[in-house]
């Protein structure tokens, strides 16, 4: 695995041979390919981004844990990272509840297991087809308190709604005190029109769970006109389970 982490880095670096950068394109396809296959079925997700770094009891653990168990019983399956902290809290609320739960992990050369909340996962080398998986299968995206990556898959999923690049799908940024300087800065840019007026409507921000899953309710399932889905029969011959 060390040696796949090497690659990356070594293809990041610049212009390789052509040889090279056909080989890791291979790579990259037939990692498109495995998390299709995994995630394929796992019917409409809400995916849940943050910290794993928040351990069980800790209030923003016990809050997703919560909030997620809320969002699993109205049909959705809870999708997150796969890891530890607030993935974990995710996915393990959505169990309590008898909900399904997905996991999306990330290949790290420390290694980042999948925690024990899952019924399914896929483990993906690389961070930019992992989000764009979490992406892929998501009618809602719940953002709690997290780092560099949580802000990364938020502004991902948000500019893609924003440049229409995906559906209007709900997203809620959850505490607000935690979030209180980010939320100046995106008003800031308002004020200096990097971004529209309009584009801070394409969030909302919350402390209340009660609020949060009406919102995904309201914007996601009535909008959309989402359903249960029916057990899908897995084709033996693509090796499916």
Known sequence: MKEEIKSEIKFLEGPQSRWEEFKFVVKVLFEFIKG???LHFVGPCVTVFGSARFKDGHPYYEITEELSGKIAQLGFTIMTGGGPGIME???KGAKAVGGRS????IV????????????KWVSIRYFFIRKTLLLKYS???VVMPGGFGTLDEYFEALTLIQTKKISEFPIVIFDTAFHKELLEHI???KTKATISAVDTRLFL???????AVAYIQEKSIVKFGLKHQKPYKPFRWLLEK
């Open 89 to 91: 809290a995710a996915n």
């Open 108 to 119: 790290l050369p420390m290694e980042q297991n999948p925690n024990p909340y899952l019924d």
């Open 36 to 38: 299709f296959r995994a």
């Open 102 to 105: 997905v996991g999306c992990n």
């Open 187 to 189: 008003e800031l840019m």
């Open 139 to 141: 009618y809602a995206f």
């Open 205 to 211: 921000v919350t402390d209340s769970i009660e609020e």
